[in-house]
């Protein structure tokens, strides 16, 4: 993927923001214990893949992405439930080619995550947690991970992590990520990857 692929994901992504935070701003009622939405952005890098869903193993994983998070209702006094929809810039996995007798082969991709939910718990003004998962699409440059799998895959995740909130609009989230990437039994091979965060990622508030 290239770098101009990577920009022309975030612009429609950031401009999706503004629209979405423009329309929210003109419904909502005035109220200082309403949730905002918020922005995150994550960073990681994954040093080994483990055998769960995925079957690839000694592979290494790098992340990149933004996610939009927009309240949908207060399920107690202290619970928020957010939609969750978000872009990845970039993938990059160096992973074992179990066809290749496991050696080891490069491949990037970027794709954009349409459906997420997240159920954050306010503990104080100060301290959350959040409960996170979410499913998209990834289309990588080349076949992955196998000769026989497919170049458009399709990924699930699952987050637990705290958050700081270290002014009005600025926080730190930091736990753990699991992420799987597969075809989806759509290619004659399936084995999957799946990969371990532990990670910081900023938030941004409305």
Same mark, same amino acid.
């Given at each position: ?16 923001? $503004? ?20 922005? &995150?952005? #994550?960073?990681? /890098? ?11 193993? &000694? ?16 399920? +107690? ?8 929809? =978000?872009?990845?810039?970039?993938? *990059? ?7 290749? &007798? ?6 990037? =991709? !970027?794709?954009? /995550? ?6 954050? +718990? &306010? ?38 992590? $705290? *958050? +700081? +909130?270290?002014?009005?609009? #600025? ?25 371990? !965060?532990?990670? $910081?990622?900023?938030?941004? !508030?409305?």
């Amino acid at each position: 993927m290239g770098r101009r692929s990577a920009l022309w994901i975030l612009s429609i992504f950031f401009s999706y923001v $503004l629209l979405a935070n423009t329309v929210q701003a003109q419904e909502s009622e005035v109220d200082g214990n309403s949730p905002n939405p918020f922005i &995150n952005i #994550f960073v990681g /890098y994954s040093p080994v893949s483990v055998w769960l869903l995925g079957k690839t193993p &000694n592979s290494q994983t790098f992340l990149l992405s933004a996610n939009y998070n927009i309240p949908l209702k207060r399920l +107690k006094r202290d619970i928020d439930l957010y939609y969750s929809a =978000g872009v990845v810039p970039y993938v *990059h996995y160096n992973y074992s080619k179990r066809d290749r &007798n496991g050696d080891k082969y490069n491949a990037s =991709g !970027f794709g954009v /995550y349409p459906l997420g939910f997240n159920f954050v +718990k &306010n503990t104080n003004t100060t301290w959350s947690f959040m409960a996170q998962t979410g499913g998209g699409i990834i289309y990588m440059d080349q076949v992955f991970p196998t000769d026989k799998s497919r170049r458009l895959n399709f990924t699930f995740e699952l987050s637990l992590s $705290l *958050h +700081k +909130k270290f002014s009005e609009r #600025f926080g730190v989230y930091f736990g753990y990520k699991f992420h799987h990437i597969s075809n989806a039994q759509t290619g004659v091979e399936n084995p999957g990857l799946d990969s371990n !965060f532990l990670f $910081l990622s900023l938030s941004y !508030f409305n």
